[in-house]
């Protein structure tokens, strides 16, 4: 069952540029999904379109099958339900503290203060800043305020979290967690929609993944089926995944059984582990 449906968007900004070109976009309920593109390629854009801050010019966008007809309830009542968070913290925090910075949101649903406290409370737990409710939003770090963005949709109990590149400026241990922190919220049920221009972390952690190219999506397909669609990424000059290329020249000089296809980097050294316990690799 689709959650969100984007159904040939062209959006222009007032400038004349193009933002989407008939783009369409189909997101299932209690699915994780990778959207890749360039730089300049539409993936701010398109999410823009997903909680109605921008409105396509031609084209629709449904929500659990309704059209959104862009009045102020429709929008109120998609906004309640799409949580989108920021490419660039600073364009989403404008409280002083932490803790009002997260409120704001729940408040404004109109919810009462023991509510929006309890909201707030496990909203900053999910995302492992639970002590800082007090600290004052412009001294945390990078990492930190994007933590923060997330709690701020997250304490709207958003059905679909709409992320724009929320790994980009995070070290490794911060993206680790953070994947944890996905992997937790999509277990509560929550649908996960994310830019990145990771091309590795995409297939091994989503279910489907979307390409973006010029306004258009030219591709949606199980992130599985990327070990053997390499025309739909050449065709954007992307890359394999860094597993999927390495499993296929191993593969192909005999190294590794045929038909394995590992989803991360230690799935495929456990394969090869697994096929040369005890034993000499083949040698050149
Ligand atoms: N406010 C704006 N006014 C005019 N043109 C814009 C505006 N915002 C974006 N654009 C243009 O729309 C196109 C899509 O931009 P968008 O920001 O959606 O790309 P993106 O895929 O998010 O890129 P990035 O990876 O750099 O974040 C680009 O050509 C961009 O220059
Ligand atoms: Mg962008």
Same mark, same amino acid.
């Given at each position: 069952?689709?959650?969100?449906?984007?159904?040939?968007?062209?959006?222009?900004?007032?400038?004349?540029?193009?933002?989407?070109?008939?783009?369409?976009?189909?997101?299932?309920?209690?699915?994780?999904?990778?959207?890749?593109?360039?730089?300049?390629?539409?993936?701010?854009?398109?999410?823009?379109?997903?909680?109605?801050?921008?409105?396509?010019?031609?084209?629709?966008? /449904?929500?659990?099958?309704?059209?959104?007809?862009?009045?102020?309830?429709?929008?109120?009542?998609? /906004? #309640?339900?799409?949580?989108?968070?920021?490419?660039?913290?600073?364009?989403?925090?404008? #409280? +002083?503290?932490?803790?009002?910075?997260?409120?704001?949101?729940?408040?404004?649903?109109?919810?009462?203060?023991?509510?929006?406290?309890? /909201?707030?409370?496990?909203?900053?737990?999910?995302?492992?800043?639970?002590?800082?409710?007090?600290?004052?939003?412009?001294?945390?770090?990078?990492?930190?305020?994007?933590?923060?963005?997330? +709690?701020?949709?997250?304490?709207?109990? @958003?059905?679909?979290?709409?992320?724009?590149?929320?790994?980009?400026?995070?070290?490794? +241990?911060?993206?680790?967690?953070?994947?944890?922190?996905?992997?937790?919220?999509?277990?509560?049920? %929550?649908?996960?929609?994310? +830019?990145?221009?990771?091309?590795?972390?995409?297939?091994?952690?989503?279910?489907?993944?979307?390409? %973006?190219? #010029?306004?258009?999506?030219?591709?949606?397909?199980?992130?599985?089926?990327?070990?053997?669609?390499?025309?739909?990424?050449?065709?954007?000059?992307?890359?394999?995944?860094?597993?999927?290329?390495?499993?296929?020249?191993?593969?192909?000089?005999?190294?590794? @059984?045929?038909?394995?296809?590992?989803?991360?980097?230690?799935?495929?050294?456990?394969?090869?582990?697994?096929?040369?316990?005890?034993?000499?690799?083949?040698?050149?």
């Amino acid at each position: 069952m689709m959650l969100l449906e984007l159904e040939q968007a062209s959006y222009r900004y007032p400038n004349g540029g193009v933002g989407l070109e008939a783009c369409s976009l189909a997101i299932r309920r209690g699915s994780r999904n990778a959207l890749i593109g360039a730089n300049g390629s539409g993936k701010t854009t398109l999410f823009q379109h997903c909680n109605g801050l921008l409105r396509p010019q031609s084209g629709v966008l /449904r929500y659990a099958g309704t059209v959104l007809d862009y009045s102020r309830s429709g929008l109120r009542q998609l /906004r #309640s339900k799409v949580g989108l968070v920021f490419q660039n913290p600073d364009h989403q925090l404008f #409280s +002083a503290s932490v803790q009002e910075d997260v409120s704001f949101g729940p408040f404004n649903l109109g919810l009462d203060e023991a509510t929006v406290r309890r /909201r707030v409370s496990a909203a900053l737990d999910a995302v492992g800043m639970a002590g800082f409710a007090e600290r004052a939003v412009h001294n945390l770090s990078f990492g930190q305020k994007k933590r923060v963005c997330i +709690a701020g949709v997250l304490a709207m109990e @958003p059905e679909l979290l709409v992320l724009d590149e929320p790994m980009a400026g995070l070290d490794h +241990a911060m993206k680790t967690e953070f994947l944890a922190v996905l992997d937790g919220l999509h277990a509560q049920g %929550i649908t996960l929609l994310l +830019a990145t221009h990771d091309i590795d972390l995409a297939y091994r952690w989503a279910d489907y993944i979307h390409l %973006i190219d #010029s306004g258009v999506c030219t591709a949606s397909l199980p992130a599985a089926d990327l070990a053997y669609r390499d025309d739909a990424l050449s065709a954007l000059g992307l890359p394999l995944p860094t597993v999927v290329e390495l499993q296929r020249r191993l593969t192909a000089r005999g190294l590794l @059984p045929k038909g394995l296809l590992p989803r991360t980097h230690s799935e495929l050294l456990t394969l090869l582990d697994n096929t040369y316990d005890g034993k000499e690799a083949p040698c050149c």
